[in-house]
């Protein structure tokens, strides 16, 4: 697959983009409702795309070797589905034909995100949502500790 097929492979949700919080004792890791201030949550996408890793030091590449680490991948996602053999939802643009079903069928952050600009890193605890593990077993990719962002 080239690089420009599997950047296609992006659905444009957003999801990827959330902070993760890491505890420091335990290793638990949670997903919060907070953007990276890159994201542009009406779109979905990065606003900085090309600059990502120069201007955020934590944001992930994701490319098919580190899929399988990334234990924060969405089951929806379609790296992740390519990965595992799995097909495309009907929603997925390259099936739909359109960057907007992914936002109609509810799957981006569009609705209920919120940019982490102007949240201190003590107050992010606040907007945790839930576990960002989706499958243990794909544990591997390291975080920030304690109270620390996870990209």
Do not use: F
């Amino acid at each position: 697959m080239s690089s420009a097929e599997w950047e296609s492979l992006c659905d444009g949700c957003g999801r990827c983009c959330m902070v993760k919080l890491e505890e420091e004792d335990t290793g638990a890791c949670y997903l919060t409702r907070l953007a990276c201030s890159l994201l542009d949550i009406g779109s979905c996408r990065c606003s900085d795309y090309p600059n990502r890793k120069a201007r955020m030091s934590d944001c992930v590449t994701i490319d098919p070797a580190s899929v399988r680490k990334l234990e924060w991948l969405p089951e929806t996602c379609a790296y992740r589905l390519v990965e595992e053999g799995r097909d495309l939802y009907w929603w997925h643009p390259l099936i739909s034909g359109s960057p907007e079903t992914v936002h109609a069928a509810g799957v981006s952050v569009r609705e209920w995100a919120r940019s982490e600009k102007g949240v201190k890193l003590s107050a992010m605890q606040r907007y945790i949502i839930g576990p960002a593990d989706h499958g243990a077993a794909r544990r591997q990719q390291p975080a920030r500790k304690a109270a620390r962002r996870r990209a």
